[in-house]
Nanobody, 125 residues
């Protein structure tokens, strides 16, 4: 699966952005798709994921603010980010893993075979 992330930008604290992850490949609808982020000088961390059947899981730091959704007809996964905080500043990456990953695997980078190029999100205070 080839992934293309887009939608990043500069926004003030409290604002919103919507990221998109467009995929090509016949197996996309059967894949688990996740968003990770990496702030400068920090390790890449799990943000949220959506399984092939639509179930989602999110990091505590974004629960209630970020929503992941998928449109299999368009081979696209979206990340709606509301009430953004300066600490959300990072490069955001989408990733796809084969099948419907179990809970213990969702947050592991190694569970995902394909990665997009990343899109920068900057939240100013």
């Amino acid at each position: 699966v080839l992934l293309q992330a887009s939608g990043g930008g500069l926004v003030q604290a409290g604002g919103s952005l919507r990221l998109s992850c467009a995929a090509s490949g016949r197996t996309f609808s059967r894949s688990t798709v996740a968003w990770f982020r990496q702030a400068a000088g920090k390790a890449r961390e799990f943000v949220t994921a959506i399984r092939s059947h639509g179930a989602t899981s999110s990091a505590d730091s974004v629960k209630g603010r970020f929503t992941i959704a998928r449109d299999n007809a368009k081979n696209t996964v979206y990340l709606q980010m509301n009430t953004l905080k300066p600490e959300d500043t990072a490069v955001y990456y989408c990733a796809a893993g084969a099948g419907s990953l179990i809970s213990s695997s969702l947050r592991r980078l190694a569970s995902y075979d394909d990665w997009g190029q990343g899109t920068q999100v900057t939240v100013s205070s």
